[in-house]
Structure formats: C-alpha cells, structure tokens
C-alpha cells in the first residue's frame, strides 16, 4: 500500500485492525492448505439492518448527464439519468494505490451520507481466463496482499462485496488448469475470511447465472471457494438471465449451500438474454437489452437480499464490433438504448 495511506488517521485505523486482520490473515493463509470449510450459517438480516443504498455523483452516468445536458440535448440527459440516479456498484480491477485511495474516499463519502456503497472485486489472477476483461493480480500473494490492504480501508465503513465475477464458473468449467483452479479456489476462500472478519461488510461469492454451470457442478466450487462463510451469492453479475430464471437457480443452489441467501444483478435482464448467436454475440453488448428492476432490498423473496446493478449499466463488455469500446469503458450509445 502506498505511503500516505497510513498517515495520521489512517495510521490510527491500521492499529485497530491489526488484531481482526491478525486472524483473517491466518485463515487465508490456511486456504492455501485447506480448501474445504467448515458449515457456518450466516443469519438473515431484520427489516432494521438493512442499508440504504449508494448513489456515487461522481459515475460514468453522472458525468454523461451534465454532458448532454451542456451539449443542449435534454431529452437524452433525462434517458442516462435513469442510470445516474440509481445506485450501482463500484468496481475495483487492478493493485493501484490510487484504487485504494479511489475506495477510502467513496466509503468516507457513503458513510457520511448514511448510505451503503456496492462494491465488486475484481482482481483475481488469470481474470476472465483471456476473454475480453482479461487481467488481474500477478500472483497469488499480490491477491492476499491486495484484499487485505481493501479489508484496512473498509474498516469502520459498511459496504456489499460482490466477489469475482466469474471466477468460479471459470474455475469450475476447465478454463483453468487442476492445480490453478484450486488454487483460486483457496483465494477465494481466504478472500471471504478476510472481508467477513469486517463487521459492516457482507460479502457475495459470484455463483454465475443460470444457463452456464449446472447447479450440480456449481455447488461443491462454491463451497472450495468459501461460500459457506460469505452472507450469500451473486447470480446473474454482467449478464441478461431473467430475474425469475435466477430466483430459480439462486433456490437450487441454496439447497445445496447451507439455505445460502443471493443477490441477483438486474441491471440490464429488463428485456431477458438475447437469443443466442455466434462468437460473443449474446452476452456481449448485445442488442434490444433493456435496464431491469431496479436496485432495491425488497425483493419479497426470503432468500434474495437485493436486486442490485452491479454491472454499471452504460459500460461496455469489450471491444466486440460495431463502435464498441473496451470493457469497462463508458458506451454512450448502449447506455441510451439501454435507458430508453
């Protein structure tokens, strides 16, 4: 981590948690042994816990607003403020100090405002397995190291985790070798160790969505990866399933899971997958997809906690025809079709 995040009272915060992480910190070092956690049951929140959501001014959306907005284009302005004006999650992808130094001001700014902010980690190494988001940590220790500098900003703050999209799936589906696959596993579960040990946060382990690992497949992954210990599972993250088809599978991999609760992304699932294609066409910006449900804590199912955007709807998949930018990037003409 860099320098100045531990001056003054980042110095002070560093001390305090010293001693949760001192435990954290031997349980992910355990996972490099023991892939196989023990069953403990996370309880459900009451109606009092649960936290108002995050609205970041500062977003993609945000700025493209104003934008257009200046460029005399209202009529679009009011399109991408559908957009703004919801809370949708924060990315973290890459080691940066500045990324940490990006964290510590949204999380200061959130819990100032009395409002819980929607985090993803997404940093893993050999992310997306060379696809379109390839990247992540170097190594298996510049990960450890990584979460656990996340886990001293986060503290004292509330936040929803949503922890590697993907990573799982592609562990589950051979995009990795054996020994590397249990190896991610084993980050994954130290991952969920570390950030659980943080009061105010409540960690998802990515779970895929419903047409890519059968649940029989999926389960015992999530439980290498420490799904048992996480508050529950992300379902549907960056993708277009329906929210009932991933009420669906969130309830067989609850079975399976120790009645694991979920949260499902319905960002962009307003108008359900796109009829399948060749190449990446049906998950990479595909067209005709419309912005769902938006993100609430009352989903009127006892195992869902939250419809969330949790792909920021606007940005891009990648780079995959057309005008399409890199993923990640803001693509002002998908955010519009999206909105309208």
């Given at each position: 981590m860099a320098r100045h995040l531990y001056t003054g009272g980042r110095?002070?915060?560093w001390i305090a948690l010293t001693a949760v992480l001192t435990l954290a910190s031997a349980a992910l070092l355990l996972r490099a042994r023991d892939p196989a956690p023990a069953v403990?049951?996370?309880?459900?929140?009451t109606p009092a816990e649960r936290p108002v959501l995050y609205v970041d001014p500062l977003g993609a959306a945000a700025r493209e607003v104003r934008d257009l907005r200046r460029?005399?284009?209202?009529?679009?302005?009011?399109?991408?403020?559908?957009?703004?004006?919801q809370p949708v999650a924060t990315w973290l992808t890459d080691s940066r100090a500045a990324t940490l130094e990006s964290l510590d001001q949204l999380v200061t700014a959130a819990t100032e405002a009395e409002r819980v902010p929607v985090l993803v980690l997404y940093n893993i190494p050999q992310r997306d397995c060379s696809g379109q988001s390839a990247g992540g940590a170097r190594d298996a220790t510049t990960y450890r190291k990584w979460v656990f500098d996340l886990a001293l900003v986060l503290r004292g703050h509330r936040a929803l985790v949503i922890l590697e999209p993907d990573a799982v799936a592609h562990a589950a589906t051979g995009c990795l070798s054996r020994k590397r696959a249990a190896e991610r596993y084993r980050l994954l579960a130290g991952a969920v160790d570390a950030l659980r040990a943080?009061?105010?946060?409540?960690?998802?382990?990515?779970?895929?969505?419903?047409?890519?690992?059968p649940v029989a497949a999926m389960a015992p992954a999530l439980?290498?990866?420490?799904?048992?210990?996480?508050?529950?599972?992300?379902?549907?993250?960056?993708n277009f399933e329906t929210t009932k088809d991933n009420l669906r599978y969130g309830t067989?991999?609850?079975?399976?899971?120790?009645?694991?609760?979920?949260v499902i992304d319905t960002s962009r699932n307003g108008n359900g997958p796109a009829r399948p294609g060749a190449g990446d066409q049906h998950w990479c910006n595909p067209p005709g997809r419309r912005l769902g449900?938006?993100?609430?804590?009352?989903t009127g199912n006892p195992l869902a906690d939250a419809y969330l955007w949790i792909k920021r709807p606007g940005e891009s998949d990648g780079a995959c025809g057309g005008d399409a930018p890199p993923a990640?990037?803001?693509?002002?003409?998908?955010?519009?079709?999206?909105?309208r």
């Open positions: 110095w002070r915060r403990l049951q996370v309880p459900a929140a460029r005399g284009r209202p009529d679009e302005a009011e399109a991408v403020r559908r957009i703004a004006g943080l009061p105010g946060v409540r960690v998802y382990l990515d779970a895929g969505n419903p047409t890519w690992v439980r290498r990866s420490g799904a048992l210990h996480a508050r529950g599972l992300a379902l549907n993250v960056a067989e991999l609850s079975r399976l899971l120790g009645n694991a609760h979920f449900v938006p993100p609430t804590l009352r990640g990037q803001w693509y002002p003409s998908y955010a519009l079709a999206l909105a």
